[in-house]
């Protein structure tokens, strides 16, 4: 099995960074895609910013020059660096693993962590 992990998450003022982190655990061969999604209260959950093996980006609108993601292959870990937050960037975040390929296995699989609470205080 695998298990995402992850950390970094708080309350923090208007105008400051967080950086979460998320470490992917257990018999895994390859994770194509490592990306984080957040949903906010009475919302739909929706992707923030992902990133390929390969290191190739996307960012949602919102987010876009704000956020930067970021990946150690080596260790199966992605980050989110957020900096000028605002008000509305509070939500739940949640990291996902697409495409996980376990060593001895030839089916992939998504995963998803626990989610952990942003909260931007104005």
């Known amino acids: 099995q695998v298990q995402l992990v992850e950390s970094g998450g708080g309350l923090v003022q208007a105008g400051g960074s967080l950086r979460l982190s998320c470490a992917a655990s257990g018999s895994i061969f390859s994770i194509n895609n490592m990306g984080w999604y957040r949903q906010a209260p009475g919302k739909q959950r929706e992707s923030v910013a992902s990133?390929?093996?390969?290191?190739?980006?996307n960012y949602a609108d919102p987010v876009k020059g704000r956020f930067t993601i970021s990946r150690d292959n080596a260790k199966n870990t992605v980050y989110l660096q957020m900096n000028s937050l605002k008000p509305e960037d509070t939500a739940v975040y949640y990291c996902?693993?697409?495409?996980?390929?376990?060593?001895?296995?030839?089916?992939?699989?998504?995963?998803w962590g626990q989610g952990t609470q942003v909260t931007v205080s104005s």
């Open positions: 996902a693993a697409k495409d996980v390929q376990i060593v001895g296995y030839w089916i992939k699989a998504d995963y």
């Open positions: 990133i390929t093996s390969g290191g190739s980006t």
